[in-house]
């Protein structure tokens, strides 16, 4: 499988390349050998999304920083009230 292409080249086998997207590869568009378009599949963007939305949130970092240093706290799923 590819995950480059020129612009002709996707052109031409454009449902190859949305397949290939689909499937979780980044598909990369060239335009005189340098990247001007990528294609992802809509799955992966929304991972992205979220990640990026945890962090810009700074109650999360600050966790995340606590957890990294060794200092976080776990709790069994099963003690969580619902």
């Known amino acids: 499988m590819r995950s480059t292409y020129t612009v002709r ?3 031409r086998e454009t449902a190859a390349a949305v397949h290939e997207a ?5 598909v990369t568009i060239t335009r005189h050998g ?3 378009v990528h294609v992802i599949s809509d799955e992966r ?4 999304l979220e ?10 970092m600050r966790q995340l920083k606590r957890l990294k240093a060794g200092s976080g706290k776990f709790y069994a799923a ?5």
Request: proline letters at 7%; aromatic letters at 10%; zero cysteines.
């Open 9 to 11: 080249g996707f052109q």
């Open 22 to 26: 689909e499937g979780g590869t980044l």
């Open 34 to 36: 340098r990247p001007v």
């Open 45 to 48: 963007l929304g991972a992205m």
């Open 51 to 60: 990640t990026m939305e945890f962090l810009a949130d700074p109650g999360f």
């Open 78 to 82: 099963a003690s969580l009230a619902e």
